[in-house]
């Protein structure tokens, strides 16, 4: 198996899918027998705990302020697969959130997350477009950032514009992941491209853990080459992953 390390899957735009495909990545290392922690960065949408069953308390919120510790916040997601997938979502009122991204919490946040590295093989880190405290300190503690963009000109625009800002804050491994791709697009250059699912999530449940024959295929290319990582997967009707490099 490949070294532990922690991956920051960031949106170069909002709407871009980068909480989807941090489920979706994290199953997919689950599914080859790896300890995966995802946790969420994306204080503002909180769209993580949209994939969580059951209560939230404490968050990831509560992690940054020092309100509570990284474990006490993790949610093993029971996701059938042959690896674990534990998750830790944002979920707080205005008051809380406003105080998880003061500059102290979020250095306290990017230690927390940091350290989850000594209890997962991979830790990966849904994170928004660069510009508050708490996504700097995800993309400046990560070991590289998996930058998602949609397959749109809006995306193309957005691409150079979000690697100048991680340049400038120090972030030296930047991998593109073009999301929800039909064919043609305008985004060039991309390291790794996923197509638009065959189906959408049911309930809290990431649609990798019950791999499709494209979708699926695609997003476990995507983390051969951003994680590089070498998987041991099998899909239906396919020959490989080598379809989707």
């Known amino acids: ?58 968050d990831a919120t509560a992690v940054a302020t020092g309100e509570a510790g990284l474990e006490a916040a993790l949610i093993d997601h029971p996701v059938d697969t042959a690896g674990r997938l534990a998750v830790c979502p944002a979920y707080a009122p205005f008051e809380r959130l406003a105080r998880a991204k003061a500059p102290d919490a979020a250095e306290r946040f990017g230690a927390a997350i940091r350290d989850a590295t000594a209890a997962f093989d991979h830790v990966l880190v849904d994170t928004p477009p660069v510009a508050a405290n708490q996504a700097v300190a995800a993309v400046s503690a990560a070991d590289r950032v998996a930058l998602v963009v949609p397959a749109t000109r809006r995306g193309a625009d957005a691409l150079p514009r979000m690697r100048d800002r991680l340049d400038d804050v120090g972030v030296g491994e930047v991998r593109s992941v073009v999301n929800r791709a039909g064919g043609d697009h305008p985004v060039e250059h991309a390291d790794a491209v996923i197509p638009v699912a065959d189906a959408t999530p049911t309930g809290a449940g990431p649609t990798c853990a019950d791999p499709d024959d494209s979708f699926a295929p695609a997003v476990a290319a995507a983390v051969e080459t951003v994680v590089d990582a070498s998987l041991d997967l099998s899909f239906p009707e396919t020959e490989g992953l080598s379809g989707y490099l």
């Open 1 to 58: 198996m490949d070294g532990k390390e922690m991956l920051a899957v960031a949106g170069a735009v909002g709407g871009a899918g980068a909480t989807r495909l941090a489920v979706e990545f994290g199953a997919t290392l689950a599914r080859d027998g790896r300890a995966v922690a995802v946790i969420d960065a994306a204080f503002g949408t909180q769209g993580l705990a949209g994939y969580v069953p059951g209560t939230i308390r404490p």
